[in-house]
């Protein structure tokens, strides 16, 4: 039975993930809230290290020892997967909600054709026959704008080419036409042709179907051509938040325009490229201050505790007690070139 369409089709509270170490405790996520309604894309953003991809992971109940959701909510439509059965949650999983990971072959089986792996995750979720499974794989592929798809059906995982494979592998995702995907930099380890190509094939698909997506990503170009929301995390937190336009045209957290500002192509050639000063802080070791402040150009007394969220302007939120009075000029447009 489906909720009311009032309730979005995600909604995270207060997110905690920590992981139980010999040397301690590590907050991976610490205070999270996210909201997507039907068909909005959302754009998850940090460098490596930041508790995106363990966001992604907690969201959808995938997590391992010794990591473990200590806190907060995760309503999808209304319903809170942190405390269903495991029964429950494995029938959304892969039909109401799918995940598509950086390498394809945490998804594909390397020793099954493509027609078996996808038959099987059709008859999973759903009352049909074979062919019927098959036809709806076969059309699927095509969907996703693979040639000649009977014959990528007969093929290993092996026979094809990465990008094929991640093809196969959204194509995978998107049988059921989910409620919800997440995708954990899908396109990272493609040319940028065919992570083109993939971009705005899940873009279509995303707004044909009502998905809504978190794309979890390093890149601000990418996302920034993808999505209708930012989330720049930093150490488990995310830092600012709104959308495209405000977050990269006027961006407020010292952290949001060091890595604007860091971009190849907001700097001038032959000059050294801009970067950020310092090292992330030990997650184990975190200070009792801004997380940033050790890097932060604008650090001041109130930066001596941890900033609360405000929201400085409707729609646009913010960590952060000194910041910026505008936008970097100039640098929002090599994000989105």
């Known amino acids: 039975m489906r909720l009311p369409v009032t309730a979005p089709t995600l909604e995270v509270r207060h997110l905690r993930t920590q992981f139980f170490t010999p040397d301690g405790i590590l907050p991976a996520v610490d205070d999270v809230s996210l909201r997507l309604e039907r068909g909005q894309i959302l754009g998850l953003v ?12 907690s969201i959808l109940g995938l997590l391992d020892a010794p990591g473990r959701v200590v806190g907060g909510e995760v309503l999808f439509q209304g319903r809170n997967l942190l405390t269903l059965r495991k029964r429950d949650l494995r029938q959304l ?44 794989a076969r059309d699927t592929l095509g969907m996703m704008g693979i040639a000649s798809p009977e014959q990528r059906l007969q093929a290993y995982p092996h026979q094809l080419s990465g990008g094929m494979r991640q093809r196969v592998a959204i194509a995978i995702a998107m049988l059921h036409k989910p409620d919800l995907i997440i995708a954990d930099e899908p396109t990272t380890a493609l040319d940028v042709t065919i992570q083109a190509q993939i971009l705005a094939q899940v873009q279509t698909l995303a707004r044909q179907h009502g998905t809504a997506l978190i794309w979890i990503s390093h890149d601000l170009s990418v996302v920034a051509g993808l999505a209708d929301q930012i989330a720049v995390m930093y150490c488990g937190r995310i830092v ?3 959308s495209v336009d405000a977050v990269l045209d006027r961006p407020l957290h010292p952290y949001t325009r060091g890595l604007i500002g860091s971009l190849p192509s907001n700097n001038v050639r032959g000059q050294r490229l801009r970067q950020i000063r310092g090292l992330t802080p030990n997650l184990l070791h975190l200070p009792p201050t801004c997380a940033f402040a050790a890097r932060c150009e604008r650090v001041g007394e109130a930066c001596l505790q941890q900033p609360g969220i405000s929201e400085p ?10 910041p910026a009075v505008a936008g970097l000029a100039g640098v929002a447009e090599g994000a989105k070139a």
């Open 46 to 57: 940090g460098e490596s290290g930041s508790g995106k991809s363990v966001t992604g992971f």
């Open 240 to 242: 600012e938040q709104g």
């Open 93 to 136: 999983q892969g039909n109401r909600i799918a995940m598509i990971f950086q390498d394809p072959m945490m998804t594909l089986n390397p020793v099954l054709r493509v027609e078996a792996q996808m038959v099987d995750a059709v008859l999973a979720h759903r009352q049909c026959s074979r062919e019927e499974a098959r036809t709806l």
């Open 313 to 322: 302007e409707p729609g646009h939120l913010l960590r952060c007690f000194y």
